[in-house]
């Protein structure tokens, strides 16, 4: 594919206003996303664009030709997420502009506090995306279902039975806290990367790719609120974006990794363990204790650039015996109330009273 132009698909999300709480966004912070995008898309900036949201995030969806970490791009992101936080303070709404950590933009808002999963490709005859969008998580949830899509074979039938897959894939890995990368190869290196990816809170697959001819299959956003701003402000919400078909996962081999809700970080406070449930769009209000956490699919075919969709995938009643699963398993984890493991241990709270009960009974501790 030498030579063939190349778009790019970018997804950059933000919290900058909850209504009501933590719930959802209001529609007069969607009504000017949009208005500003299509104000771009007229002016040549960018192809074409969509906005949701899932919870109390704003998600832009935006193609272009202008590759990866544009500042352009990234510019109007940012003006965007501007202006939908003057509109969320004159509405009051809760942490109006919270995920804007920074007072000037600075050439990408990556370090910013806005979250951002970016790709470049050139379209193929078909060309199905599924962007995952969370809410009430961080950027490790997505490590499971990620390898369970890219690496095994009781989810991906294709890994053995497509002969453009069975190469496998190659999982790009952040160590978040030391801000290094590696990339390991499945399947010779699964062990490997299990080893690394398991721990959730700071290993994070931030994107995978074909090992046949290295192109890229999957991207995620892998920015930690937390680090940025040196404090708790927000669990991150992160989005993935996930190519579809034609020597990649198909789209229900994709999907199938969500039929677990398997157990993530967040919910209330950021502080707490619960099932990730998938959900249509109009489910994605997470409201029970905050929570629990949520995730939507929408599916797009991309054709010369334009967005095709969505298509709300989870709104499927094949996903109803994982959201009563997730119900169940929400009961359950309540009961535990500030006990662990419905609490996060104290190494993974980044919202806790903890070091202030210390200093307070410090001088009440002596030698068992």
């Known amino acids: 594919m030498a030579g063939e132009s190349k778009i790019t698909l970018s997804v950059i999300k933000a919290d900058v206003g909850g209504f009501v709480g933590h719930t959802n966004v209001h529609p007069d912070l969607i009504d000017t996303a949009k208005e ?11 192809i074409d664009y969509h906005v949701l949201r899932c919870g109390d995030d704003i998600e832009l969806i935006m193609t272009h030709d202008r590759g990866c970490d544009n500042s352009e791009i990234h510019g109007l992101a940012w003006n965007i997420f501007s202006a939908c936080t003057a509109v969320a303070k004159e509405l009051k709404l809760y942490g109006a502009g919270q995920d804007l950590l920074k007072d000037a ?7 910013m506090g806005p979250g951002v999963a970016e790709m470049e490709f050139v379209e193929r005859k078909s060309e ?25 074979p009781f989810n991906t039938a294709g890994l053995v039975i497509d002969p453009r897959m069975i190469d496998g894939f190659s999982f790009r890995i952040i160590d978040v806290k030391e801000g290094k990368a590696i990339t390991l190869k499945c399947p010779a290196e699964a062990y ?12 994070m697959i931030s994107s995978v790719y074909r090992n046949a001819d290295n192109d890229v299959a999957a991207v995620v956003s892998t920015q930690k609120l937390s680090l940025i701003a040196g404090r708790y402000v927000g669990k991150d919400d992160p989005v993935a ?23 993530v970080e967040g919910w209330m406070r950021g502080s707490h363990t619960g099932p990730l449930m998938p959900v249509p769009f109009y489910e994605a209000n997470p409201s029970r204790f905050d929570g629990p956490p949520r995730v939507i699919a929408a599916g797009f ?12 995938m989870f709104d499927d009643p094949g996903f109803d015996s994982a959201r009563k699963l997730a119900g169940r398993v929400s009961d359950y984890m309540r009961r535990h109330g500030p006990f662990q493991p419905h609490r996060l241990p ?16 410090k001088d009440r501790f002596e030698d068992a």
């Not at 500003?36 to 960018?46: F, M, T, V």
């Not at 054709?303 to 709300?312: E, K, S, T, V, Y």
């Not at 104290?346 to 009974?361: F, G, I, Q, S, W």
């Open 301 to 312: 075919q991309i054709a010369n650039g334009r967005l095709i969709g969505p298509h709300d």
């Open 128 to 152: 199905p995306v599924i962007i995952f969008m969370a809410d009430k998580t961080s950027s490790g949830a997505w490590n499971l279902p990620l390898y369970k899509i890219y690496a095994d």
């Open 192 to 203: 490997y990367t299990l080893s690394l990816i398991g721990t959730t809170s700071r290993y």
């Open 241 to 263: 974006v996930m190519r579809c078909q034609s020597g990649l996962p198909a789209v229900g081999e994709v999907l199938e990794a969500f039929t677990l809700p398997h157990l």
């Open 105 to 111: 933009f600075s050439g990408t808002v990556k370090g």
């Open 346 to 361: 104290e190494e993974a709270m980044e919202y806790t009273t903890l070091p202030e009960v210390l200093k307070v009974l």
């Open 36 to 46: 500003r995008l299509h104000n771009a898309k007229e002016k040549g900036q960018i």
